[in-house]
């Protein structure tokens, strides 16, 4: 599924953040970890739950080892 266009400016904008990206508030958070691959190569980071979109989360299920 794509993102829509206020979601993928939204990402677009957390891959082009400096550095680590403020925590969630409160204890028991999700830090979720996002690869993109674009044409310039594979990069990944680490996104605090309350700055991922919702359609992201929505389409993230939790697996236990």
């Given at each position: 599924d794509s993102?829509?266009?206020?979601?993928?400016?939204?990402?677009?904008?957390?891959?082009?953040?400096?550095?680590?990206?403020?925590?969630?508030?409160?204890?028991?958070?999700?830090?979720?970890?996002?690869?993109?691959?674009?044409?310039?190569?594979?990069?990944?980071?680490?996104?605090?739950?309350?700055l991922v979109?919702?359609?992201?989360?929505?389409?993230?299920?939790?697996?236990?080892?």
């Amino acid at each position: 599924d794509s993102l829509d266009a206020a979601d993928h400016a939204k990402i677009d904008e957390l891959f082009k953040t400096r550095g680590k990206l403020p925590a969630s508030p409160g204890a028991d958070r999700y830090i979720y970890t996002v690869t993109r691959e674009t044409e310039s190569g594979k990069k990944t980071i680490e996104i605090p739950e309350h700055l991922v979109p919702r359609s992201v989360s929505k389409a993230v299920k939790d697996q236990l080892p």
